[in-house]
């Protein structure tokens, strides 16, 4: 299995409270991406990065910041977090872009109540 | 119009059925095209990349179709251990991003 571990792995938090997800890496990949998978709409991209200090957003990027300080960790921030971001959470890794596989997490169960 | 279209299902075959998916992207500058399967409460994991030539794996064939946009994924002698949601994912090549379907879901019985 590809060494790419999500933390916490699950989390229930209150309305408005800022939360952090975390996504590690073992791979070396260059691109790492986080998803958010609900009912009726499969996994949708909210931010990716393509290298440190380098991310782009994602479909549904209103209410979340990312950060990459390092190869290896990917940082998915919800500033305030609201019932509609309840959710589970997909970090995944991809060498060399889309053309080639990419390695999800486990995931991170969200709920915010 | 979604980016990646997908019956969501269920299909529910007996075992030894062949079952078809279809998954159609509005993207005709869509590069990439791969089926990820995907287990109750658990993460996609790559099935299998698609070719334009087609392409099979023991049980599992995969074809494209570029003029129409739309790929294929085929299970010959479902087995029990084939229930899962089956992902169909496309990259448009725009920073490498990938686009998932909805997903199908297979539940194969006795």
């Known amino acids: 299995d590809a060494g790419i571990t999500q933390s916490p792995r699950h989390k229930v938090t209150e309305t408005g409270t800022p939360v952090t997800l975390r996504c590690h890496q073992t791979?070396?990949?260059?691109?790492m991406y986080w998803y958010r998978q609900d009912p009726g709409h499969g996994l949708r991209l909210i931010h990716y990065?393509?290298?440190?200090?380098?991310?782009d957003k994602g479909e549904v990027s209103d209410g979340y910041s990312v950060s990459r300080s390092k190869t290896e960790d990917f940082l998915l921030t919800l500033e305030s977090a609201t019932s509609s971001q309840t959710s589970v959470y997909f970090c995944?890794?991809?060498?060399?872009?889309?053309?080639?596989?990419?390695?999800f997490g486990q995931g991170t169960r969200l709920t915010v109540v | 119009r979604k980016e990646v279209e997908q019956d969501p299902g269920p299909f529910n075959v007996p075992e030894g059925a062949t079952v078809a998916f279809n998954c159609t992207y509005s993207?005709?500058?869509?590069?990439?095209f791969f089926w990820y399967r995907q287990d109750c409460r658990k993460e996609p994991k790559l099935l299998m990349s698609?070719?334009?030539s087609g392409n099979e794996d023991g049980r599992f064939t995969a074809q494209l179709n570029r003029a129409s946009q739309y790929i294929s994924l085929l299970i010959r002698d479902s087995k029990l251990s084939d229930s899962a949601t089956y992902l169909c994912?496309?990259?448009?090549?725009?920073?490498?991003?990938?686009?998932f379907g909805t997903g199908t879901r297979l539940q194969v019985t006795l």
């Open positions: 990065s393509y290298g440190v200090k380098d991310t």
């Open positions: 698609v070719y334009s």
């Open positions: 791979e070396n990949h260059r691109y």
């Open positions: 993207n005709s500058a869509s590069q990439s």
């Open positions: 995944a890794i991809s060498g060399t872009g889309g053309d080639t596989e990419a390695f």
């Open positions: 994912v496309v990259n448009t090549g725009t920073a490498s991003k990938l686009t």
